[in-house]
């Protein structure tokens, strides 16, 4: 119920939070996954997406095709709603692509009974606080509600909620291009010269990229995936060039190894490094971006440092594939506890820091981890992760899995956290700047 449809409190204080709903924020796949676990245990919920649909930061690069095959990206509480209405399940070890996965599971869920009248679209959320708190009263403050103010088209609303899980994303927010992590200093005047990460090349950016030279910029699976279309553009399209510029010294994050228990990601290294061995991609290391500035003939000239010396790139496009961070504006007035570096939870920051730890070696982690000074908020899923590119779809299905049973006063079974994810085999010790998050 929105606040102007609030009753007057007239009950005590615990039964009226109980009688609210929790806010989950996003329906992506974590975002939906939770929403089936919270009315898997009668918890009423509301879902609140800005997006036209469910899924819709996954269009944006919906052409990518995931390394994790159907059995890896279909949570199990959202797989019995779906099984209500007769969805067949895809292939199990088939990978979808972004597009297939909207398409053949979140559309579908979210068109469930259960869930489609749940779902508020086209509505963003600007601010979560507690009602009548701001962050520095504590006096009562684990009895006031949630106060979640929206964004929608027909102007401002406010809902109030017992619990609140931010299962937003990052996609949104990607990190700064130059080696300070801010923006281009001279963004403004080369804004048309800049994509963001995983730009369809081969389809509906393919005259952005034809004919031109393009510098990817990251160390992670979405760089890959981009060198990978960059370079069968370059096949069709003569005057196609690429370089890919990394600040480490080796991509040993995207190489990957051969002993990653999921094949496709193995295979995405292995054709990654196969470009640079044979020259179609050249590799920049240990190079440093400090600003890109507008030069002659439609290009503009990427100034930085390769290994220490002053380096310019004179390049028609530069595709940001630097990683992800969490946008967490809207959360000024709620009480977060979050890692000075990694920007995740504090108890989760250490065991998915990404110079220990691949997307197969971060231990299962539930409630406990996720947890904040702020009582029954949560973030969740790739936002739980802030800046560590480790995440995968399992392992957000498990935290809010997790987060559901702990709303539901079942703590034992919140705690009860088990997960078994496919290992890579890469635990560099070499900081990544890349991000696998979105093709997980």
Not at 353 to 372: A, F, K, T
């Amino acid at each position: 119920m929105s606040l102007s449809e609030l009753p007057l409190l007239t009950v005590p204080v615990s039964r009226a939070l109980d009688a609210l709903p929790v806010v989950v924020i996003g329906a992506g796949p974590v975002g939906l996954a939770a929403a089936a676990h919270l009315l898997e245990r009668n918890i009423e919920v509301i879902v609140i997406e800005s997006g036209d649909a469910a899924g819709s930061a996954i269009r944006q690069w919906g052409h990518t095709r995931l390394f994790s095959p159907w059995e890896y990206v279909v949570d199990e509480a959202a797989a019995r709603l779906l099984e209500k209405t007769g969805w067949d399940a895809p292939a199990a070890r088939r990978l979808p692509t972004g597009h297939e996965l909207v398409d053949a599971y979140l559309a579908p869920l979210a068109a469930t009974n259960d869930l489609a009248r749940r779902i508020r679209y086209r509505s963003t959320v600007t601010a979560v606080s507690r009602q009548g708190m701001d962050r520095t009263r504590t006096a009562g403050r684990s009895t006031a509600p949630f106060l979640v103010r929206i964004d929608t088209a027909d102007g401002p609303d406010e809902q109030l909620a017992r619990a609140v899980i931010d299962a937003s994303g990052t996609y949104s927010s990607p990190n700064g291009l130059t080696a300070s992590g801010l923006a281009p200093a001279h963004a403004d005047h080369v804004r048309e010269h800049l994509s963001p990460a995983l730009p369809d090349i081969l389809g509906r950016d393919r005259a952005q990229f034809a004919g031109q030279h393009t510098l990817v910029v990251g160390a992670g699976h979405s760089a890959a995936n981009t060198l990978l279309g960059l370079a069968a553009l370059a096949r069709q399209e003569p005057g196609t060039t690429v370089s890919w510029a990394i600040r480490g010294s080796s991509p040993v994050r995207v190489y990957g190894s051969t002993d990653d228990e999921l094949e496709a990601r193995g295979a995405l290294g292995d054709s990654a490094h196969d470009l640079v061995r044979s020259g179609a991609v050249t590799l920049l290391d240990g190079f440093e971006i400090d600003d890109v500035l507008p030069a002659e003939h439609s290009r503009v000239q990427v100034r930085g440092r390769r290994n220490g010396r002053p380096t310019d790139l004179i390049v028609n496009r530069v595709v940001n594939a630097t990683g992800f961070r969490p946008n967490l504006d809207m959360l000024r007035e709620i009480r977060l506890s979050l890692d000075e570096i990694v920007e995740a939870p504090r108890a989760l920051a250490p065991l998915i820091d990404p110079n220990l730890h691949s997307c197969g070696s971060v231990p299962p982690h539930g409630v406990v981890e996720l947890s904040h000074p702020e009582p029954n908020f949560y973030l969740a899923g790739m936002k739980s992760y802030g800046r560590a590119p480790t995440f995968l779809m399992l392992t957000g299905y498990e935290q809010v899995r997790s987060i559901a049973d702990e709303i539901a006063g079942n703590p034992a079974a919140a705690r009860r956290v088990q997960l078994t994810l496919p290992e890579t085999g890469v635990c560099s010790t070499t900081a990544s700047t890349g991000s696998d998050s979105c093709c997980s």
